[in-house]
């Protein structure tokens, strides 16, 4: 049945590469269960690429229990530390000589981009893996004195099974930051990509299985939020979850994981706020500005949709950042080169957007740029650059996630006011800062409700920094040490030398 898990697939940039499609469990592409396929849509044109096996509950129970038998096998249990390290750096090695043909899928699948998924995306697949990967022989415990007699020791043991469900605007990213870490470990893996951008990650399985490892360590499954990924969340035999997505499927997870007390992290929505103070340089906060919100089409968890400006520089800034939209935003096929803009994800995201443009408008903002779809030869899920002014805080624009290329521009008068404004959302994901008085953007900095906070710059993300959320914009930290905190348990244990009773 193997022969037709696959199919042959010519990009639109002309690429030529064969893909798997079968569900990847034991090191092996399988047909799923019920026979449910998912169709992956190129953005882009609208044009079917190919479809996909869907897995159902029954698939899940196969996935999880191969992730639990590689677990207790000693293949996989007795490995040292040093060489699920060499698998792990033998992976980035293999993802780097492939790169182009992964960033070729990224882009086809998801509309980012091709010069961001090879400049951004795929880089950091590498560096991240790479970076686990060194780690995976320096995750140990301490010991601990107590008495003469006695002291205890403790042992950083991976937690299991894990369950990772991740979203579909950073696909091989997010397998990357999730898979990175818990390998290091050593835990086994069951994934669940997103429905809306299945294909990178099964080529990628192919890669790890090439690199060898372990049949069951990592099973990777397609599948529909509602039954795959809830199927997931709620199996007992899965004993850690770790979640990319909406808040509100983030809180659906959390419930579904007690029913084992399941260890759960979760990386969920923002709205997060760019604060421009009247010192600050003008025309490289318009810049980061646009980068912070219509990077990869405003579909990034920490994309910055609130811009709070002071008042003195209020209408300069609106009218800088309107020129910067005018001269960065290349729209158009993401496949041509200097496109910086390329459709959404989904048509059902591009709806959503509309709708928000649509609420903007009811609620009396004022459309200050952009709002309307802008197809390419016709087609395909683009919106223009959208920005909102004379926003209330009270509007659904200026509180829910957009995600997309849409911000709102408000005015502050007071440090304090906007520090308010800005800590005035169920969100707390970002936060930048832009002003060049070093005590103020510390200050601020450290008033901010929020995981990450740039200084004059937005969306830095590096492997080597932690990464997550305030309030509901998540619980734990991904990437950096603090990664590995998330896929270890601290077994502690004591020690009478002689003490005798
Ligand atoms: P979502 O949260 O519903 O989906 C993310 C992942 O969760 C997918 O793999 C999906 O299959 C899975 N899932 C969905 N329902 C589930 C359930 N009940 N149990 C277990 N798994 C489930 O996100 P979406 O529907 O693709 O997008 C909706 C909104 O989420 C977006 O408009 C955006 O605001 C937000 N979003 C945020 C991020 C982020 O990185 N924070 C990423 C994608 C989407």
């Known amino acids: 049945t193997l022969a037709n898990l696959k199919v042959d697939l010519t990009a639109p940039n002309g690429k030529q590469f064969a893909l798997p499609t079968g569900l990847f469990i034991n090191n092996k592409f399988v047909k799923s269960t019920s026979g449910n396929k998912i169709t992956s849509i190129n953005p882009t044109d609208e044009r079917e690429i190919c479809s996909v ?37 033998r992976l980035a090695d293999l993802i780097e000589q492939h790169k ?41 415990g301490q010991t601990i004195p107590i008495s003469n007699r006695k002291f205890a020791y403790t042992l950083r043991r991976p937690l299991g099974v894990c ?27 069951v994934l669940k990509p997103a429905e809306q951008t299945p294909l990178s990650v099964l080529y990628f399985a192919n890669l790890l299985r090439e690199v060898g490892f372990p049949s069951g360590v990592v099973n990777i499954v397609n599948g529909y939020g509602k039954e795959a990924g809830q199927a997931l969340a709620s199996h007992m035999g899965v004993d850690k979850i770790a979640f ?61 949709s609130r811009i709070l400006v002071q008042e003195s520089v209020h209408d300069a800034f609106v009218e800088q950042f309107r020129q910067v939209i005018k001269s960065m935003s290349k729209i158009g096929d993401p496949f041509v080169p200097d496109t910086s803009h390329g459709p959404q994800a989904t048509k059902e995201q591009y709806d959503r957007i509309l709708s928000f443009v649509e609420s903007g408008k009811f609620e009396g903002a004022t459309l200050a740029t952009g709002g309307e779809p802008c197809p390419v030869n016709g087609k395909g899920y ?34 304090e006011e906007a520090i308010a404004l800005a800590n005035d959302s169920m969100y707390g994901l970002g936060a930048a800062v832009f002003s060049k008085n070093l ?8 008033h901010i409700e929020a995981g990450t906070v740039w200084i004059n710059s937005s969306q830095d993300s590096d492997f080597r ?35 005798r009773l």
Not at 54 to 77: G, L, Y
Not at 392 to 413: H, L, N, Q, T, W
Not at 471 to 485: M, P, T
């Open 163 to 189: 369950a990772q469900i991740i979203p579909w605007n950073y696909p091989l990213m997010m397998a990357a930051w999730k898979l990175g870490p818990a390998l290091a470990c050593g835990n086994t893996v």
């Open 465 to 499: 920094v932690p990464f997550g959320g305030y309030k509901q914009s998540g619980i734990g930290r991904e990437l950096g040490e603090d990664g590995l905190a998330a896929y270890t348990q601290t077994k502690a244990v004591h020690v009478n030398m002689g003490t």
């Open 439 to 446: 005590e103020l953007s510390h200050r601020v900095a450290s």
């Open 244 to 304: 990319t997505g909406s808040t509100a499927t983030g809180k659906q997870i959390m419930k579904s994981a007690s029913i084992n007390l399941k260890n759960v992290t979760l990386e969920t929505g923002g709205k997060s706020p760019l604060l421009v103070f009247s010192d600050a340089d003008i025309e490289q906060a318009a810049v980061w500005a646009h980068i912070g919100i219509m990077s990869n089409m405003g579909q990034i968890c920490t994309a910055t």
């Open 100 to 140: 182009e043909v992964l960033a070729t899928i990224e882009t086809w699948d998801n509309g980012k981009p091709f010069a961001d998924s090879m400049s951004i995306d795929l880089p950091d697949v590498i560096n991240t893996l790479r970076y686990y990967a060194g780690y995976a022989d320096k995750i140990h």
């Open 53 to 89: 096996e869907a897995a159902c509950a029954e698939d899940i129970d196969k996935a999880v229990d191969a992730a639990r038998a590689a677990f207790d096998h000693e293949t996989w249990k007795d490995m040292s530390g040093t060489e699920r390290g060499l698998l792990m750096f």
């Open 382 to 415: 683009f919106i223009e650059p959208t920005v909102f002014t004379n926003v209330k805080a009270s509007m659904k624009i200026y509180r829910d996630e957009v995600f997309g290329p849409f911000c709102v521009i408000v005015p502050f008068k007071t440090e």
